[in-house]
């Protein structure tokens, strides 16, 4: 095939030279939506066909003046035939996103949630010289019995980041240039699937990564569709789309769209599902990721994997992924499609110096148009940090996220239902920062940091069941999972582990626990398990369990050991509503505190007792006019701040949960060794 670059665009103010793919981003007002002419000349000794990789929105396609084809549609390519001789090629384009094409109304994507809407022949043009555009269908590589999944028969636990297609440096998804370093990092850690959540790549980028090793799962661009959307087209524009890529034998999974509620009819969606079985025969097509119960839309669901988005701050995480356990329900293989975010502190000194258009004010370069989300664009320029503030919190922050991944996919990998999972998210975006990797495509964590929640062979800690009684009866409880009390202690390690011969060692404080060979074969592959407990007579100060995997340390948790401090906890004051984990950092700030409670940033002694609001300064200046913060919390993606701790003449004042009773957070003051530890502490 030859590719067809030369080109001239013509907003309506004179054309200019252009070189293929193009879109307009910033050099046309970002709320335009057409249309704009693009034209070309091509000279044919004998007939050929002209093809179109993509192009945003709509498309009419004109030869030598005569209209060959009118096409609508982001994500698919097409064809039209050429002449021998002369062919001036005229191609109209009008993108999605405004009064014409709204983008509710078509198969727009995530993407102008986003940033915007992109116009344009975003994808490359070819003469084709009779190459075929629908290719026959892959033998499937994957394979499932029950709710476990194979890869070329092998047992394997997929591992995929939730990629949304967006690009600054291009301002749409056909990125070349980028594609192997993606892959590259993503393989280095640990991914070993790419979900593209709401687009479509280029056919590049899934042969880089079958190159690689690595397998994808494709989410077809249907997501919160208006009410009496235009299901025929939607039908046909998925039917091209699925025809176009059924060859690659490494797309593993198809979801037919994402978190669809009650404007998409359950016909519909099991139409859809029949429709990607037929044309690829794949064993994993499911018609909605995300699932009917999470997403309130009528309860019947389709296809051949359950698929769930369970977003959730740590506490609850534990018993919200029990509550999606299988049960009697038909036994297919469970994956997570989107979970585990963490919105870090970015680098929003480097943004304010080298302002790009996406967080720009201006509406031309950067408009809202169909965001709920426009917080960078009014933060930015007010929020300013002293060099070594913003290094300590982007530092921090970075760490809460890895500890975030880390304790979340801890109870992940113990559910036997489970088979894999799409990280949120792969890169920043202009409404979140939530990436492993950042704005400019560096990686947010090493290699050895993501090992150690992000591979074949994982290990956990199994917390210990304390189920309280309560007026009458036992209500679910356990004991900390990172701390106890002074005395007898016991604590439980898992693993999850692939078909193989492994040595694992555990150890307390660098003391050998015990050391176990373990031979797993195809039946146990990836299934969790009980790989020992160790008890000891323990001393108030902080200790470590560490496991080695042949040899390497690959796991170690914190553990830490207080002195029982009698207290009655009292009423708490008045907080807003908001998560502790999710979407914030915590700030320090200097104060003995610190000194006597033994640790700040250590974020496994927080998950006991952090709380679900904050309070508001408004509300300590009526009740306590001299006050200083001790510790904050940044909204990371608003830059709001509230308070945890504040210390004023009378003391210290917290909304800390001493009694606990969240989620998997231990139930009552007298059961929470962190609580004990942290009003020792305020109490000096």
């Known amino acids: 095939m030859r590719e067809v670059r030369d080109w001239t665009v013509d907003y309506g103010e004179g054309a200019r030279e252009i070189s293929l793919p193009h879109v307009w981003c910033t050099d046309v007002d970002v709320r335009w939506e057409g249309p704009a002419t693009y034209k070309t000349f091509i000279e044919l000794d004998v007939p050929n066909i002209l093809r179109f990789d993509g192009i945003s929105y709509a498309a009419e396609v004109r030869v030598n003046g005569e209209s060959r084809v009118v096409h609508h549609g982001i994500w698919d390519a097409f064809e039209i035939p050429l002449d021998a001789g002369a062919n001036e090629v005229e191609v109209r384009v009008t993108k999605n996103g405004g009064p014409t094409s709204p983008v509710k109304s078509v198969l727009s994507g995530f993407l102008p949630y986003v940033f915007h809407t992109f116009g344009g022949i975003w994808g490359s043009v070819w003469l084709t010289d009779g190459a075929p555009l629908v290719r026959p269908v892959a033998g499937s590589r994957i394979s499932l ?3 476990r999944l194979f890869w070329d028969g092998v047992p394997v636990y997929l591992r995929g980041a939730l990629h949304w297609g967006w690009y600054p440096e291009t301002g749409n998804p056909n990125t070349p240039d980028l594609i192997s370093t993606e892959v590259e990092l993503a393989r280095q850690m640990g991914f070993n699937l790419m979900k593209f959540c709401l687009w479509v790549p280029p056919q590049a980028y899934l042969e880089a990564l079958r190159e690689a090793g690595m397998m994808a799962w494709i989410e077809l661009p249907l997501w919160a569709p208006a009410e009496g959307f235009d299901e025929d087209a939607a039908r046909a524009e998925v039917e091209r789309i699925v025809e176009q890529y059924r060859h690659h034998d490494n797309v593993v999974a198809w979801t037919a769209g994402c978190e669809l509620g009650s404007t998409v009819r359950p016909e519909f969606r099991a139409e859809l599902v029949r ?23 009528d309860l019947r669901e389709f296809g051949t994997f359950a698929d769930f988005h369970p977003y959730a701050d740590l506490p609850f995480y534990p018993p919200l992924l029990d509550s999606l356990r299988t049960g009697a329900r038909a036994r297919q293989p469970i994956l997570l499609g989107e979970f585990n975010d963490h919105d870090v502190h ?20 950067n408009d809202v148009g169909v965001r709920w989300q426009y917080d960078l664009p009014n933060f930015l320029p007010e929020t300013q940090f002293e060099a070594d503030r913003h290094s300590r919190l982007m530092e921090s922050s970075r760490q809460k996220a890895l500890f975030v991944r880390r304790f979340t996919h801890d109870f992940v990998r113990q559910h036997h239902d489970i088979a894999g ?11 979140s920062s939530s990436g492993m990797v950042d704005d400019w495509l560096q990686a947010r964590f090493s290699a050895e940091e993501c090992a150690a929640w992000n591979s074949d062979a994982a290990f956990f800690l199994i917390p210990n069941r304390r189920p309280p009684w309560v007026n009458g009866g036992n209500r679910a409880g356990w004991q900390s999972l990172y701390a106890g009390f002074a005395g007898a ?3 439980r390690i898992g693993a999850n582990l692939p078909v ?25 592959a990836f299934s969790p398990q009980l790989l020992g407990e160790l008890s000891w007579n323990a001393v108030p100060g902080q200790t470590a369990i560490q496991v080695r995997l042949d040899g390497q340390v690959v796991r170690e948790w914190p553990i830490l050991i207080r002195e029982k401090f009698a207290y009655e906890p009292g009423p708490q004051p008045p907080t807003v509503p908001m998560p502790f984990w999710r979407e914030c950092i915590q700030e320090f700030h200097d104060d003995p505190l610190w000194e006597r409670l033994g640790y700040r940033d250590q974020w496994e002694f927080w998950v006991d007792i952090s709380p679900d609001g904050a309070m508001e300064s408004d509300w300590l200046d009526s009740v306590h006019p001299r006050w200083r913060p001790i510790m904050t919390r940044i909204d990371t993606r608003t830059y709001a701040r509230h308070l945890y701790i504040a210390r004023t003449d009378a003391g210290y004042v917290h909304c800390f949960r001493l009694d606990g009773g969240h ?5 009552g003051y007298a ?10 502490a305020l109490l000096g």
């Open 671 to 680: 059961s929470n060794p962190i609580a004990n530890g942290l009003v020792a």
């Open 145 to 147: 019995r029950e709710n």
């Open 663 to 667: 989620g998997i957070q231990p139930f």
């Open 489 to 491: 202690i016991t604590v």
């Open 275 to 297: 429709l990607i079985q037929e044309i690829t025969g794949c064993p994993l097509v499911k018609d909605n990721s995300g699932g009917s119960e999470m997403y309130e839309a």
């Open 500 to 524: 193989g011969e492994h040595s694992v060692e555990v150890s307390l404080a660098g003391e050998v626990g015990y050391r176990r060979e373990i031979l797993i074969g195809e039946s146990d």
């Open 346 to 365: 970015r680098d929003t000194e480097r943004l304010r110096a080298e302002e790009p258009y996406w967080a720009s004010r201006d509406p031309v370069l």
């Open 421 to 431: 999972y799409a990280v949120t998210g792969w890169r920043d975006t202009p409404i």
